[in-house]
DNA sequence: AATGAAATCGACCAGCA
DNA sequence: TGCTGGTCGATTTCATT
């Protein structure tokens, strides 16, 4: 059996809840998430500093609506490279400098990367998928374009399996 | 021309450059953000708060990293439905109801929907993709394992083209 | 819309279980 | 190591311009 200790950090049960309340939102005080919790307000906000601490919260961030910056259209780009040309992380990261490409993956499969994408008009998504084709290595990309989005604000914390969670709680 | 007034509700250049440090980082106390701006703390509060209000921030979120969950698997699935079955909305939300799919983008072209998901285990990878083809009116699904993520912080107010910024700041 | 003062809330410290 | 209560500093709110 891996040793998965490290990974999970010692997270427990209140851990957890803490996790799944500010990654929904962080704007809940101190002493609402310490009354559902039974606990000190000093006590929560020093479980919140070690998950910062650990990495386990990376940040908190403003989740900014991109409609409301007119970014209308959302691209989802397959990109397929070839092979010679030097390594993954390098295209991956060249992807991500371009304006409105906000989340890239490399995958495995006939499609190497899948980048989505955020522009406001049409000429920005030409333009963009211009910027993209000429990255060295890049050979071929086919994108689709989004009618519709769904997302939450748990995508992490809120959205494991019970499973999971004991996976986590029994390490 | 389309009045796009309403849809950028008046947002000016300090507007903009408050959003694109509190989406990096939510962290940065008032007083540095009021410095940068020239302007006072309670200013800089008060623009925050109406962009709250307005919508245009939709939350502050702490940012969980997936790993620090075990969740090393991440999964990008086409789904295609059957066209007779009910709205594309439905079986949208009915994706986001499986425990371990964080995203779900309605496209068109072939492929009907693109959900992102993260397990921590190859069984919960199988126990969701048989989740997803028990929703009814889906047909088929064809999943891509994700090798390595490229994100940031800044996706949206910092990610856009300088030609981005003035179709806000001119409206 | 922005300011400064007053009230409220979060961050840190020392001591304790 | 993790929690408590108290203090200090930062944020939020309010009256005013």
């Known amino acids: ?9 010692n997270l427990d049960g ?3 809840e803490i996790l799944e309340m500010i990654e929904a939102d962080f704007d809940v005080s101190l002493e609402t ?6 606990l000190s307000k000093s006590a929560v906000h020093y479980r919140v500093k070690k998950l910062k ?15 409301a910056l007119g970014l209308e259209m959302v691209a989802i780009t397959d990109v397929s490279v070839s092979h010679e040309e030097g390594y993954s992380e390098d295209i991956g990261k060249k992807l991500m400098t371009v ?13 190497d990367f899948v980048a989505i994408s955020r522009v406001q008009t049409r000429d920005q998504l030409n333009d963009l998928i211009e910027r993209i ?7 071929e ?3 689709k374009f989004v ?10 914390s809120g959205n494991l399996t019970q499973v999971g969670r004991e996976l986590i709680l029994d390490s």
């Open 33 to 38: 998430v310490a009354q559902k919790l039974d």
């Open 14 to 16: 209140t851990d957890l």
């Open 141 to 143: 990309t086919s994108s």
């Open 133 to 139: 084709v000429a990255i060295d290595g890049i050979n």
């Open 53 to 67: 601490e650990n990495g386990i919260i990376r940040g908190v961030t403003a989740d900014v609506d991109p409609l």
């Open 147 to 156: 009618m519709e989005e769904f997302h939450d604000n748990q995508n992490v």
């Open 99 to 111: 304006s409105g490409v906000g989340e890239v993956y490399y995958t495995m499969g006939d499609i």
């Open 1 to 9: 059996m891996i040793d998965r200790t490290k990974t999970f950090d």
